[in-house]
């Protein structure tokens, strides 16, 4: 995958993000986000032709397992991260009855 289309999807993400008004949707706008730096981070890790370093003959190219290593590491953290802002969304709903940024932003606690 090209890195600019990773950085497209950034894009997508910080739009989403600028234009929601919706509290559901500006979690997954970030979400978006996360996925696109994941795909940039693994596309500079790549290295084409490269074999994987546990079949790795002397002589060959090997791919850094590193970014995927931390990649999988951001995937979790992310996924904790996006549940934990959903629940707090709930506790938002509950508490002032709407999740548009504009109703919770303009009442007072």
């Known amino acids: 995958m090209n890195p600019i289309l ?3 999807v950034i894009l997508i993400g910080v739009f989403g993000l600028a234009t ?18 994941i795909l940039l981070f693994l596309n500079f890790g790549m290295y084409e032709g490269g074999s994987i ?3 790795n003959s002397i002589g060959i190219e090997i791919v850094d397992p590193l970014p995927q290593a931390i990649m999988i590491t951001t995937i979790i953290i992310g996924s904790t991260i996006t549940s934990l802002g959903l ?8 508490h002032y ?6 109703t919770v932003l303009k009442r007072d606690i």
Do not use: R
């Not at 509290?23 to 696109?36: L, W």
């Not at 009855?97 to 504009?102: A, C, F, Q, R």
């Open 6 to 8: 990773s950085f497209i």
């Open 20 to 37: 929601s008004k919706n509290i559901i949707k500006s979690i997954f706008c970030v979400s978006i986000i996360e996925v696109g730096t």
């Open 53 to 55: 370093p546990i079949l």
């Open 87 to 94: 629940m707090l969304s709930v506790k938002i709903f509950h």
């Open 97 to 102: 009855g709407s999740i548009e940024w504009k």
